[in-house]
Each structure stands twice: as structure tokens, then as C-alpha cells.
């Protein structure tokens, strides 16, 4: 049985942060399952197909090609990669608007499950826990309130250079949460058995000693 390990929760907690670092401690595969929305947005966006049209994102989602390597994911349309492109906020939001959608979510289901090899797999998303990995025997489910994820990407956005406005993601990221919340198609949802931590009073280091803890106990690890 290949031992999988789910974090789930909304825009902006921390996922990303705590996946990368127990799939490392692990030597775990890691799925960030975002950036296979984003890549499918970042393909609409470049070639200007109406987001409306289900037909022609579907076709475009089967031209990507995902692959791992070194347990990094590669992302190629066309024979660019395009995987260092996808990380803004104009893709996000394309992003959360095309993940509602039920055939976009099942164009990418099997890629999303052919990460799970061994020796295990960390897995982040939205919907990990409770659709794509249930058999999965650690669920984490991260939150934070709007206003504290909000300051942490205003903080790292500034911290690189960029010029954003508090009020500007509070904003989006409400959209985004709603919108995550109320779809129809594999809401974000906290998962039966999740851990939740809610993590607005907790550092970096004291959200991934709780993670840690847990992976160890149930796996019988030392990371
Ligand atoms: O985690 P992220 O911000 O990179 O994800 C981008 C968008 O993709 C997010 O707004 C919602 C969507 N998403 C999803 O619907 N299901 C997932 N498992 C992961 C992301």
C-alpha cells in the first residue's frame, strides 16, 4: 500500500511551504496540484480561448504534458515549459474560475493520480483528502483567517519587490475562497479524518512540528 499523505486548505496558508518541506524530510513524491489549474489557466490565458469554453480548454489541457523529474514537476505546451509562469495572480484567478468546472477537473484526474508511486506521496490541494487520494492515511487540512493569509502574501510580495495593496488581496482571496467554498464540483472541503491546524497564531516552525509529529506517529518515520 503506497502511503499517502493529503494537505488541504484555501488560498494563501502555507500548503506549499509545508508540503515541499515534509515531502523533502519524507523523500516523498510531491503533487502540488494547483500549478495543474494553473498551467490549464495559463494555456487559456496565452492562447486568448474564452473561459466559457469547455470545449476548447479541454482540448488545450490534453496538450500539456506533465512529468516529474528529480521529483520536480515539469509542465511543457508546445515545447515551452512553462512551469516558471504560472505563479502570478492574474493566472490564479483564471485558475479558481476554470477549477469549478467538472470536465476540467476530470481532464487532469488521472495525471493527479499517477503521482502516487513509492516509496509515498505528498499531496496538496483543495480537494486531496476528500476526492482525488481518500484512501490517504495522514490528512492535514491548513487554515488561516483571510486577514492573516492576506499580510503573509502582502509581506512576501513586497519582500520581492512587488507593488501590491492589502485591500487588493483581501479582496481576491475572498473571491477565491468563496468561489473554492461554493462549486459544485469537488468543494474545498475539510476531509473526514483531517487534522485541521488552524494556523494563524502559529509560526512556520511550530506549523511543521504539529505536521511532523503527526507523520511520525502514524508512520512510525523520525523526520
Ligand atoms: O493552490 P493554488 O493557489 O496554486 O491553486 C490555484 C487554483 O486552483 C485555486 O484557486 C483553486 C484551484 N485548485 C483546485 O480547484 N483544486 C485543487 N486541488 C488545487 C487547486
Same mark, same amino acid.
Given at each position: 500500500?503506497?502511503?499517502?499523505?493529503?494537505?488541504?486548505?484555501?488560498?494563501?496558508?502555507?500548503?506549499?511551504?509545508?508540503?515541499?518541506?515534509?515531502?523533502d524530510?519524507?523523500?516523498?513524491?510531491?503533487?502540488?496540484?494547483?500549478?495543474?489549474?494553473?498551467?490549464?489557466?495559463?494555456?487559456?490565458?496565452?492562447?486568448?480561448?474564452?473561459?466559457?469554453?469547455?470545449?476548447?480548454?479541454?482540448?488545450?489541457?490534453?496538450?500539456?504534458?506533465?512529468?516529474?523529474?528529480? *521529483?520536480?514537476?515539469?509542465?511543457?505546451?508546445?515545447?515551452?515549459?512553462i #512551469? %516558471?509562469? @504560472?505563479y502570478? !495572480?492574474?493566472?490564479? /484567478?483564471?485558475?479558481s474560475?476554470?477549477?469549478?468546472?467538472?470536465?476540467?477537473?476530470e481532464?487532469?484526474?488521472?495525471?493527479?493520480?499517477?503521482?502516487? *508511486?513509492?516509496?509515498?506521496?505528498?499531496?496538496?490541494?483543495?480537494?486531496? #483528502? %476528500?476526492? @482525488?487520494?481518500? !484512501?490517504?492515511?495522514? /490528512?492535514?487540512?491548513?487554515?488561516?483567517?483571510?486577514?492573516?493569509?492576506?499580510?503573509?502574501?502582502?509581506?512576501?510580495?513586497?519582500?520581492?519587490?512587488?507593488?501590491?495593496?492589502?485591500?487588493?488581496?483581501?479582496k481576491?482571496?475572498?473571491?477565491?475562497?468563496?468561489?473554492d467554498?461554493?462549486?459544485?464540483?469537488?468543494?474545498?472541503?475539510?476531509?473526514?479524518?483531517?487534522?485541521?491546524?488552524?494556523?494563524?497564531?502559529?509560526?512556520?516552525?511550530?506549523?511543521k512540528?504539529?505536521?511532523?509529529?503527526?507523520?511520525?506517529?502514524?508512520?512510525?518515520?523520525?523526520?
Amino acid at each position: 500500500m503506497t502511503k499517502i499523505l493529503t494537505i488541504d486548505g484555501p488560498s494563501g496558508v502555507g500548503k506549499g511551504t509545508i508540503s515541499e518541506y515534509l515531502s523533502d524530510k519524507l523523500k516523498w513524491n510531491y503533487l502540488n496540484s494547483g500549478a495543474l489549474y494553473r498551467a490549464i489557466a495559463w494555456v487559456v490565458i496565452n492562447d486568448s480561448i474564452e473561459i466559457n469554453d469547455i470545449l476548447e480548454i479541454e482540448k488545450a489541457s490534453e496538450k500539456i504534458l506533465f512529468s516529474i523529474e528529480n *521529483k520536480k514537476l515539469h509542465i511543457l505546451y508546445k515545447n515551452i515549459e512553462i #512551469g %516558471s509562469l @504560472i505563479y502570478n !495572480e492574474e493566472v490564479a /484567478k483564471i485558475a479558481s474560475k476554470i477549477s469549478s468546472e467538472p470536465k476540467v477537473r476530470e481532464s487532469i484526474l488521472n495525471v493527479q493520480r499517477s503521482f502516487k *508511486k513509492e516509496p509515498g506521496l505528498v499531496a496538496e490541494g483543495r480537494d486531496m #483528502g %476528500s476526492v @482525488i487520494f481518500p !484512501e490517504a492515511q495522514v /490528512k492535514l487540512f491548513l487554515t488561516a483567517t483571510i486577514e492573516t493569509r492576506a499580510q503573509r502574501r502582502f509581506k512576501q510580495l513586497k519582500d520581492r519587490k512587488f507593488n501590491v495593496s492589502l485591500p487588493a488581496l483581501i479582496k481576491d482571496l475572498d473571491a477565491r475562497d468563496k468561489r473554492d467554498k461554493s462549486r459544485e464540483s469537488s468543494p474545498l472541503v475539510i476531509p473526514e479524518g483531517a487534522l485541521v491546524i488552524e494556523t494563524d497564531d502559529l509560526s512556520i516552525i511550530e506549523v511543521k512540528k504539529i505536521a511532523k509529529d503527526k507523520v511520525n506517529k502514524t508512520y512510525g518515520t523520525n523526520i
